[in-house]
């Protein structure tokens, strides 16, 4: 059974920065789509940012410019640097392995079979 584990939230005022990593137990994490999701109260879950083991990535449109999602294939290690945090940032952010070696055109919850258990966000104003 292949395990995710997300670490690196934390608390931080508006304009800081955080970095987030999910170690992955499997070798197929290596060779997949992978993903960061989040989750604020209240709300839907909602795709944040994908990568491709070649490193090709995409963003949801609220992120671009201030996330960057990366990856050690090796390590079977994602990351997701977040710089220039907003409140709306404020959210249980979860890591996902998805079904195959590319990506879906959009970022959607049933693209991706492996979740881990979140780490949590919060910006301050």
Known sequence: ????????????????????SCAASGFTARTDCMAWFRQAPGKEREGVAT???????????????RFTISRDNAKSTLFLQMNSLNVDDTAMYYCAEGRGWFCPSSIQRTAFRYWGQGTQVTVSS
């Open 51 to 65: 990568i491709d083991p070649d490193g090709r990535t995409k963003y949801t449109n609220s992120v671009k410019g």
């Open 1 to 20: 059974q292949v395990q995710l584990v997300e670490s690196g939230g934390g608390s931080v005022a508006a304009g800081g920065s955080l970095r987030l």
